[in-house]
């Protein structure tokens, strides 16, 4: 974006030959060069210093702008949720055998939401601006939340949680004995 | 350890690689689960073998000279051997059938052959002895075997005569053809039982009517037909064999134990038809002839074509020797010399000179207590001499005499030293040669009760023994070796009685002084390193004996106590087979039945382990108990309880008493209860926990299985009983579970995820029943699965058209048994396995009182290309190891099969979920696959048992194999998961390790530097 005070007639200009200097203000007329030279051979109207003749952008906050905020917050809430059909693409395509990358990318699915979850106060910051700042929040964590269920699911449908008994079967004491028993042939 | 879950995942990742390709899933599922044979560089490593014969029955040495090295034994186990007479090795062995088809009849040396009869006179064999080949073998006419020699003509020796029951027949040497055979006259009558050749024209055989007459038989040898016939009267004789012998120039010479007299009869001569008696009292021979000793003839015939010598000996009693010599006259009979007291009497030949060893006792003490020792022999003891002398006999002394006058050779005495804990000896071989200077040497061998052979030089020194009681092996156990001293420390420290009486401060102190020793003994340990390193390594011995045993770190090396036959106990260390002791037990019955019980091991460090035998007497049925330390052999001097009736059976209980000892029931044939150790705080305990002890008989000739319970005051109630009609079938083996056997998983993982749990009843016996009916369409084979608290029957297969005899294992969940199969003759394999189902009824306690619903069983057979002697299962310390099957086969190899091709899953159309639980595709041909071999070229003959036995590495377990041939070795059934490669490069390792750190900390400064150079830029 283009300074208004660079389009002025004394306007500031950068000045090749000075090594030291990386801009200096001219306020004496003239001997300008540059835009400014053009702009007094086309006509000698003085303008004061400052004045630019092109409008200058309106920088107050508009209604347009609340709009545009309300998007991005929207943007970083609903992320988590768009990820999802990728996510079960991902998933899709991977299948359930256990090797080296789905066991990578399930990492990847179970981790980002959490990771997500673990810096939700600093998200928060960023919907701060929001007025519907819980509502996203919320959406945010919900859609994290599926991305870690996805995950989950995926873990199950690979067999990586314990969930039957037989992952615990390795933890069953032999049951102690009750009646001592022995004997024989007859010898 | 190795986490259980990790071996899953993998085996599912696998599986699914295989998915398609289910023709290949067999072939890769075995590369990937083993691979069990050695590497070359492994041989010998981990394994051993001894290579034993039995006892010897017949032994002769290979010729008469001083440089001569080979003997050769022929034994009862049916085996032909030869031995290195400077080493002790075997050069060769030849293993024949065992019972009486291959027994050994007589083994006779002749130059280079070696003439055997074998199985009572059905084979006649001839070998060469020098690399043991086989120069013919011929099929003798049917009839039992009574004698042979050699018959020479024109004193070259050509011909073999062998004396059957109703017959004679003539072989040649060289080929095996037989010259002529001729029947015996009257052979129902007489008792033909000795046949003579003095190198003339006859053979004669001489026969007995018994208690009536003689009949002496002479041939001819050109054509075998009779050339003399007679008989002479003599009603005092009832055995030619056992009390006659021919003498001099065929003079029989007979001892009448009754009248104590030696009788005479030229064989040859006609005119004398009567035997002429010299009565003992005359040659001023002692007549007490010690009572119920039947007196015994010794002669010798050292060159068959020559007649036998005219002197003999004449045993009067079990240490009484008479060298007598018939005179020239035929008819008298001079004494030369009273040998009182010998042992054992030999004699031996070498070029012209005969000599006669004597084997006397040492001890000047033995000659006073002699009188004592006749009293102790009484007509009930053994044909042997095993009265045992009632002094300690530490040497016995043997001597040379000259044959002809009976004087003592100057400079032969050989002292052969007795082991206290050894047998008495029994037989004498002497290998005697001349010398360079024209004396005769001479080298023997020593056979004692205990079935050892010694061989001792000139002058007294031992050069080899053979213990061959190893040869026939009852049952054994192995034995932890004790902890050292430091390690003892360390751990008395951490006892239990430790820490009770002591503050905090003499702990500490007590802390601190055993690290002390630690160091110290690591520090010797280090500097004995450095020492030996400077050695050159053919000095370095790393010689076992009882003092330096110690347990290893992963309890590699253990003590194998071993209980032989012929009484003797052995304990061997697993690592080298070296025996470290040997214990003789004298009077223990050749059929006695023993039971080895271990009762206290060596974990109660200061009380020593403690190992009992039980000795059953067969025809008496009373039981002896012998305790010993299984460590040192060494007997315990501990109260044995008195046993006044027959022992049936006993139990080890878990209970222990004050000194860590597991306490032993004896049941008797009342039922009634003897416990050992029998103290105040076993009783107690014992009337506490009474209700809970029970125990089960099984008496196979009743067809009858019975259960009883422990009552409070020792006394039992029979509780259940189970007969199996005896005509029907009768009980061959039963086999519960072994105690010290450890199931990790409680149950199996199916393809879906979800357990079936396993049967797991500690209290459940497999019981093999045979049928009486031996025909192929009837016969059947039955096992029984009973619960022996409760006696119910949990299952029962019937094997139809199978028979015996049936090997089985009973371990887990599972029964594995072996059977030959009548109709499609080929062995079979069946495994049946038990499972409580996807439910576990109490997964806290197991009572076979409270288990209402019975398990289901699954059952799958297959066919196993070969018979096999025995079977045995792997077993390790926590049981997370998949199990193999040790199986033994009559080749000598021993098989490790993998339990996995015998499980009942097996599924005949192939899944998903039978895909994912690894379950191989059901084929009924079982693979014999050579590398599964442990015991690679080292076959073990005739393999009567194998013992397993944890080590303290999970992966590992020792595993013996005995039979004629004691192997012992380790398996890795999941392979070595636990222990770094014997392989493992650890130069490579450590210097990568180290290459990559000096890399790191130079990198390191070089980037220092350049950032300091970058900043001053």
């Not at chain 1, 004496?28 to 030279?37: H, K, P, S, V």
């Not at chain 2, 398996?971 to 790191?1000: E, G, R």
Request: charged content about 20%; proline content about 6%.
């Amino acid at each position: 974006m283009a300074t208004p005070g660079g389009q002025g007639g004394g306007a500031l200009s950068t000045r090749g030959g000075a090594r030291r200097m990386k801009w200096a203000l001219e306020l004496t007329l003239g001997n300008a060069r540059g835009r400014g030279d053009r702009q007094s051979n086309q006509g000698d109207v003085m303008y004061p210093i400052g004045y630019s003749d092109k409008p200058v952008p309106d920088t107050s906050i508009q209604e347009s702008d609340k709009n545009l905020v309300e998007k991005r917050c929207w943007d970083v809430a609903l992320g988590p949720l768009k990820q999802i059909p990728m996510n079960l693409f991902i998933m899709y395509m991977s299948g359930n055998t256990i090797s080296i990358f789905p066991i990578m990318m399930v990492c990847m699915m179970a981790w980002r939401p959490i990771q997500a979850l673990m810096s939700m106060s600093a998200t928060f910051k960023l919907l701060e601006n929001s007025n519907q700042q819980w509502l996203q929040g919320l959406v945010y964590s919900v859609g994290n939340l599926l991305g870690s269920a996805l995950a989950i699911y995926k873990c199950q449908s690979m067999g990586l949680l314990p969930t039957h008994s037989s992952d615990w079967l390795a933890f069953i004491e032999p049951p102690v004995r009750m009646e001592i028993m022995g004997g024989g042939m007859v010898l | 350890m190795y986490p259980p879950s990790l071996v899953v995942t993998f085996t599912k990742k696998s599986s699914v690689k295989m998915a398609k390709l289910t023709s290949l899933f067999v072939i890769l599922l075995s590369f990937f689960c083993i691979s069990e044979a050695v590497f070359e560089d492994q041989v010998g490593k981990f394994d051993w073998r001894q290579q034993y014969v039995g006892k010897t029955l017949f032994a002769h040495f290979e010729s008469n000279t001083q440089s001569s090295k080979k003997m050769f034994v022929a034994t009862d186990k049916n085996i032909f051997a030869s031995f290195n007479s400077r080493t002790g090795d075997l050069l060769w062995r030849h293993v024949d059938k065992t019972g009486p088809e291959g027994t050994i009849d007589i083994l006779l040396l002749h130059g280079q052959d070696a003439l055997m009869v074998v199985g009572d006179g059905r084979l006649l064999r001839s070998w060469d002895t020098n690399i043991g080949g086989l120069n013919w073998e011929v099929v003798l006419d049917t009839g039992s075997f009574q004698a042979a020699c050699f018959v020479a003509i024109q004193d070259t020796v050509k011909l073999v005569a062998v004396l059957k029951k109703a017959a004679i027949s003539l072989h040649y040497l060289s080929n095996g053809h037989q010259k002529w055979v001729e029947n015996l006259p009257d052979s129902d009558a007489v008792q033909y039982q000795a046949v003579y050749s003095g190198g003339e024209e006859e053979v004669y055989v001489l026969g007995v009517v018994p208690n009536s007459h003689l009949t002496i038989i002479a041939y001819s040898l050109e054509d075998g037909e009779i050339i003399k016939q007679r008989s002479v009267e003599a009603s005092w004789l009832s055995s030619v064999e056992s009390s006659c012998v021919v003498v001099g120039q065929g003079v029989l010479m007979c001892v009448d134990p009754a009248t104590l007299a030696l009788y005479t009869l030229p064989i040859q001569a006609e005119e004398t038809p009567e035997f002429s008696q010299i009565l003992l009292q005359v040659l001023y021979l002692s007549p007490t002839v010690s009572p119920g000793f039947q007196p015994v003839l010794v002669s010798s015939q050292p060159h068959p074509a020559r007649s036998p010598l005219s002197e003999f000996f004449l045993q009067l009693g079990p240490d009484h020797h008479v060298l007598l010599q018939l005179n020239a006259d035929g008819y008298t009979i001079a004494p030369l010399r009273d040998f009182q007291p010998a042992f054992l009497v030999s004699f031996a030949t070498t070029g012209k000179k005969t000599v006669a060893a004597v084997m006397t006792p040492k001890n000047e003490t033995v000659s006073r207590h002699r009188v004592v020792s006749f009293i102790n022999y009484t007509a009930v003891s053994k044909p042997r001499w095993l009265s045992p002398l009632p002094f300690p006999l530490q040497a016995c002394a043997i001597n040379l005499f000259s044959v002809d006058s009976g004087r003592r050779l100057l400079d032969t005495t050989v002292l052969f030293p007795l082991e206290p804990n050894g047998g008495k000896p029994h037989m004498l071989y002497v290998h005697a040669f001349l010398k360079k200077d024209d004396s005769v040497g001479y080298r023997v061998l020593v056979q004692t009760q205990d079935h050892a052979l010694t061989f001792i030089q000139q002058p007294g020194r031992v050069v080899w023994t053979r213990e061959e009681a190893l040869a026939d092996v009852v049952t054994m156990e192995m034995v932890d070796l004790p902890l050292t001293g430091t390690q003892a420390e360390l751990e008395g420290e951490f006892g239990k009685k430790a820490g009770k009486e002591h503050g905090l401060f003499p702990m500490v102190l007590k802390r601190l002084s055993s690290q002390v020793t630690l160091l110290q003994a690591w520090l010797a340990h280090l500097w004995k390193l450095f020492y030996e390193a400077r050695k050159p390594r053919s000095q370095v011995k790393n010689e076992v004996t009882i003092e330096t045993l110690s347990r290893d770190e992963f309890n590699l090396q253990k003590m194998m106590v071993m209980v032989t036959a012929s009484g003797k106990l052995f304990g061997i260390d697993s690592k080298s087979g070296s025996i470290l002791w040997k214990h003789y037990l004298e009077n223990v019955q050749p059929n006695a039945a023993f039971k080895l019980i271990v009762q206290r091991t060596t974990a109660h460090f200061p009380h020593p382990p403690q190992c009992t035998l039980l000795i059953k007497d067969k025809d008496t049925g009373l039981a002896t108990l012998h305790v010993f330390n299984p460590i040192f052999g060494r007997k315990s001097h501990i109260a044995l309880p008195a046993l006044p009736r027959p022992i049936l059976q006993s139990l080890l209980l878990p209970v222990i008493d004050q000194d860590y000892a597991k306490v032993l029931l004896l049941v008797d044939d009342q039922y009634k209860v003897t416990a050992f150790p029998s103290t105040k705080n076993v009783l107690q305990q014992l009337q506490e926990m009474a209700s809970s002890i029970f125990f089960y008989l099984i008496r196979s000739e009743h067809g009858n299985l019975s259960g009883f319970r422990l009552r409070k005051d020792l006394s039992t109630e029979r509780i259940w009983e189970v007969v199996l009609p005896t005509e029907v079938q009768k009980i061959v083996a039963v086999k519960g579970k072994r105690p010290n056997e450890h199931v990790h998983s409680q149950g199996r993982v199916m393809g879906d995820r979800s357990v079936l749990y396993k049967y797991l009843n500690p209290n459940l016996l497999a019981v093999v029943t045979e049928s009486t009916d031996a025909h192929p369409e009837r016969a059947f084979v039955g096992v029984f699965l009973v619960d022996g608290v409760t006696g119910r029957i949990i299952h029962e297969a019937v094997q139809r058209k199978a028979r015996g005899p049936v090997h089985f294992v009973h371990s887990e969940n599972w029964v594995v048994y072996e059977y030959w199969n009548t109709k499609s003759r080929r062995n079979e394999f069946s495994v049946l396995e038990l499972f409580e189902g996807t439910e576990l009824y109490n997964s806290t306690v197991f009572s076979s009182l409270d288990r209402p619903h019975l398990p289901q069983v699954l059952q799958q057979t297959y066919i196993f290309p070969s018979p096999i002697t025995t079977m045995e299962a792997t077993l390790t310390e926590k049981g997370i190891t998949s199990r193999h099957l040790l199986v033994g086969l009559p080749s000598g190899a021993i098989l490790s099969l993998p339990k996995m091709f015998l499980d009942p899953r097996r599924p005949e159309v192939v899944t998903e979920h039978s895909r994912e639980e690894n379950l191989i595709p059901y084929a009924p041909e079982m693979p014999i696959r050579t590398e599964w071999f442990i015991n690679y070229n080292q076959t073990v003959a005739r393999v009567k048992g194998i013992y397993t036995a944890p080590s303290g590495l999970e992966s590992t377990c020792l595993v013996v194999a005995y039979g004629l041939d004691i192997y012992q070795t380790r398996v890795y059934p999941s392979k070595q998961f636990d222990v770094l490669k014997d392989d493992y490069d650890y130069v490579l390792i450590s210097s990568v390790l180290f290459a990559l750190f000096f890399a790191t900390m130079i990198s390191k400064r070089l980037a220092q530097v350049k950032l300091l150079n970058r900043a001053w830029r």
